[in-house]
């Protein structure tokens, strides 16, 4: 058996728990992590200290206890100690010669006059028996009987946790009209954002638009808005020039009858610098040197370049080339698999997906290769059978500086995760109020990037990799603001008609059913 040396701290944390506490000698054991029942026991005798019993205290000692508890109101655990036996061996005897027990908490006569003013000003004052029982080292029950001795009606406790929840409703719904926004609110109350929504809603709250949430620009900066617009500046510019949400920036524009720049022009090179474009990229210029120059994306750049058939590295060699797209539908019309022609071009289902949606080829049930559909999306089935929270990233690649990866995922950092190392840092997570308006957000700009899908050979095989692309956050971010501006004005279904990629039958159903007033687009 192993011998083992106790030092000081662990001796006196032995006759604590011992002798205080009252634990066992297993229970001591657990605590301390380490002997065995032996060597605790061992200790405690070498301290001097009784070992616990049951032959420990004789039939004659009976009638000294009882007159300790009942004529010199010792408490059961004074009396226990007195004797080194547990409080159940003295509450035992007690019953045995029929005593009736004092509460717990009175047994010492702890309560006095003047702690018990104190609880029934306290209780008046709205706060719980709980709150007053544990700054006055007793129960909740000690303190209500006082409270009823004298003349208290202590409150249902149901219905204070109740009222409790009224009242926290409350406060949530006041801080919110006051302005507060629904992160904040999450935050402070310890909740996830749905939460708050869902007990704004439940109170027949109205929620504020995005526009309203990050208030109104002055009246008097309105030209300023209009004319910096015309002269070029883009909403994003302009949102963050006047700490607004671009779509703020929008509506104001709208007011004035400014029309609105549609994403390709307000990103485009101008036709007039086109010649120079190509002439510069002939005479060995790289991409990077002549977007600087025009104060454009390189995508813009390699827009300009593709229009005139200038060769480019652009283009990856693992996305499906646009001549075989015809193929590729064909092969599907003609009874294969998504998930068997995405392995032959070595590509996602996904991608294959897109390809057939581009032209117009229903996907067949069952036949999604795991992905998201706009059928399923309409159809309210699989992963949008439920409202949940989803979350749309840009993500930087690791050793991959000019590329960026676009997704959608219910947690980003549980996809980062996922992803095999090759996530590096989240450099832009929207969260929305459900996976269906993440996924028209994502198929929008999968559809306007798709140009500049780019996939470096070390990253071939790796899920996901059709929704790489090789090209600035700056740019990816400038498509994303002129999207997500476009679904907070348009709603999910006018916005998915209009930007996503769809057959004219999933488009028609949109159009047709009652698939409008389908509760998603009350969210």
């Not at 002798?19 to 605590?31: D, M, Q, T, V």
């Not at 006059?113 to 029982?133: P, V």
Request: glycine share 4%.
């Amino acid at each position: 058996m192993p011998s083992y040396h106790w030092n000081s701290d662990q001796i006196e944390k032995i006759k604590t728990l011992y002798l205080e506490n009252k634990f066992s000698l297993e229970k001591i054991r657990i605590a301390i992590g380490a002997g065995t029942r032996s060597s605790i026991k061992t200790v405690l005798i070498k301290e001097g200290v009784p070992i616990r019993g049951k032959t420990k205290i004789s039939g004659d000692q009976y009638a000294i206890i009882k007159k300790l508890y009942l004529t010199d109101r010792l408490s059961i655990t004074d009396i226990s100690k007195k004797y080194g036996v547990s409080d159940t061996s003295i509450r035992d005897i007690l019953i045995k010669e029929n005593v009736s027990l004092r509460p717990a908490a009175d047994a010492n006569r702890k309560i006095t006059d003047l702690q018990i003013s104190e609880f029934i000003r306290r209780y008046k004052a709205g706060e719980s028996t709980n709150d007053i029982a544990r700054d006055n080292d007793c129960t909740h029950t000690t303190v209500a009987k006082y409270l009823r001795r004298a003349g208290i009606i202590v409150r249902d406790r149901q219905e204070l946790k109740s009222k409790v929840r009224l009242t926290k409703s409350q406060l949530i719904i006041n801080d919110y009209l006051a302005g507060i926004p629904m992160t904040r609110l999450a935050e402070k109350h310890g909740c996830v954002m749905a939460t708050i929504r869902n007990i704004l809603l439940d109170n027949e709250t109205k929620l504020r638009t995005k526009s309203e949430a990050f208030g109104f620009p002055p009246t008097e900066k309105h030209p300023e808005i209009c004319k910096r617009y015309k002269n070029g500046e883009t909403l994003s510019d302009l949102g963050r020039a006047f700490k607004v949400e671009h779509n703020t920036i929008k509506k104001v524009l709208k007011i004035y009858d400014v029309d609105i720049r549609g994403l390709s022009l307000a990103r485009a090179i101008p036709p007039d610098s086109h010649a120079e474009v190509c002439r510069r990229y002939k005479n060995g210029e790289n991409v990077h040197a002549i977007a600087n120059d025009f104060k454009r994306s390189k995508e813009s750049v390699y827009k300009v370049l593709e229009l005139y058939d200038i060769p480019t590295d652009y283009r990856s060699n693992y996305v499906v080339p646009i001549s075989d797209h015809e193929i590729v539908g064909n092969r599907y019309v003609n009874g294969e698999s998504i998930e068997r022609i995405a392995f032959d071009y070595e590509v996602s289902a996904g991608s294959i997906s897109r390809i057939l949606r581009r032209l117009k080829i229903v996907v067949r049930a069952n036949d999604s290769g795991g992905a998201d559909t706009v059928n399923s999306l309409i159809n309210g089935e699989y992963r949008f059978s439920s409202i949940d929270e989803t979350d749309f990233y840009v993500y930087s690649l690791v050793n991959q500086s000019e590329h960026i990866k676009l997704g959608i995922a219910y947690n980003h950092l549980l996809r980062k995760k996922d992803s095999k190392g090759k996530y590096d840092k989240a450099l832009l997570v929207q969260r929305y109020a459900s996976r269906h308006h993440a996924f028209v957000i994502e198929q929008a700009i999968l559809e306007e990037t798709r140009n500049f899908s780019h996939f470096p050979d070390c990253l071939a095989g790796w899920d996901g990799f059709t929704e790489v692309r090789r090209m600035t956050f700056e740019s990816a971010e400038e498509i994303f603001i002129f999207y997500d501006t476009e679904l907070d004005c348009m709603g999910i279904w006018d916005f998915a008609v209009k930007y996503v990629p769809m057959t004219d039958d999933e488009r028609n159903r949109i159009l047709s059913q009652s698939i409008l007033d389908h509760s998603i687009s009350n969210i």
